[in-house]
T-cell receptor
Framework: NAGVTQTPKFRILKIGQSMTLQCTQDMNHNYMYWYRQDPGMGLKLIYYSVGAGITDKGEVPNGYNVSRSTTEDFPLRLELAAPSQTSVYFC????????????????FGPGTRLTVL | LAKTTQPISMDSYEGQEVNITCSHNNIATNDYITWYQQFPSQGPRFIIQGYKTKVTNEVASLFIPADRKSSTLSLPRVSLSDTAVYYCLVVGDSSYKLIFGSGTRLLVRP
């Protein structure tokens, strides 16, 4: 059970280039998320998905796109990279359990460090 | 989602108990208090969650007063490996959206 895996670990892009950040989870979680974390700051939600074929915007979706064709995979697409997208990107997943005794726990991947020059 | 306020940073020494307080004045009835830990170059990791009174697990304790407008994460006998950023979040019942603030940067010194 690998949990949440992300590739690549590091990437340098030139302004205007595009790329896809890959995220895979093997926990059969329904919910998946993409966050970005700028230096010294907390995480901000970019996009999330509540199941295959269903995605929605988070706090900072501009400049990004996502798709969710399978339960396991949730790729994040950057079109026309800009220096403002230099950040560390984290993918997470969770299995929402509405027990009334607790809320859900999110499991995070190791992150992708992206630099746009 | 309720906003949280916590200290930007804290220093401690190995073996000491560390208490990090979080303020969440606008917490709603169905909200839970949840703490995540983030080591450098890693994603956050869930450590503890509570609704009221006291919760304890193998990592930490969480103290929540009756009015639930604040909470305290307690780390007993910290070690160097507890150096990390600790995030306090208020999460609604069955909610999947997490709002991370800037967290508390804990530095444990030898």
């Amino acid at each position: 059970n690998a949990g949440v895996t992300q590739t690549p670990k590091f990437r340098i892009l030139k302004i205007g280039q595009s790329m896809t950040l890959q995220c895979t989870q093997d926990m059969n979680h329904n919910y998946m998320y993409w966050y970005r974390q700028d230096p010294g700051m907390g995480l901000k939600l970019i996009y999330y998905s509540v199941g295959a074929g269903i995605t929605d915007k988070g706090e900072v979706p501009n400049g990004y796109n996502v798709s969710r064709s399978t339960t396991e995979d949730f790729p994040l697409r950057l079109e026309l990279a800009a220096p403002s997208q230099t950040s560390v990107y984290f993918c997470a997943s969770s299995y929402l359990i509405a027990t009334g005794d607790s809320t859900d726990t999110q499991y995070f991947g190791p992150g992708t460090r992206l630099t746009v020059l | 989602l309720a906003k949280t306020t916590q200290p930007i940073s804290m220093d401690s020494y190995e073996g000491q108990e560390v208490n990090i307080t979080c303020s969440h004045n606008n917490i709603a009835t169905n909200d839970y208090i949840t703490w995540y830990q983030q080591f450098p170059s890693q994603g956050p990791r869930f450590i503890i969650q509570g609704y009221k009174t006291k919760v304890t697990n193998e990592v930490a304790s969480l103290f929540i007063p009756a009015d639930r407008k604040s909470s305290t994460l307690s780390l007993p006998r910290v070690s160097l490996s507890d150096t990390a950023v600790y995030y306090c979040l208020v999460v609604g019942d069955s909610s999947y959206k997490l709002i991370f603030g800037s967290g508390t940067r804990l530095l444990v010194r030898p």
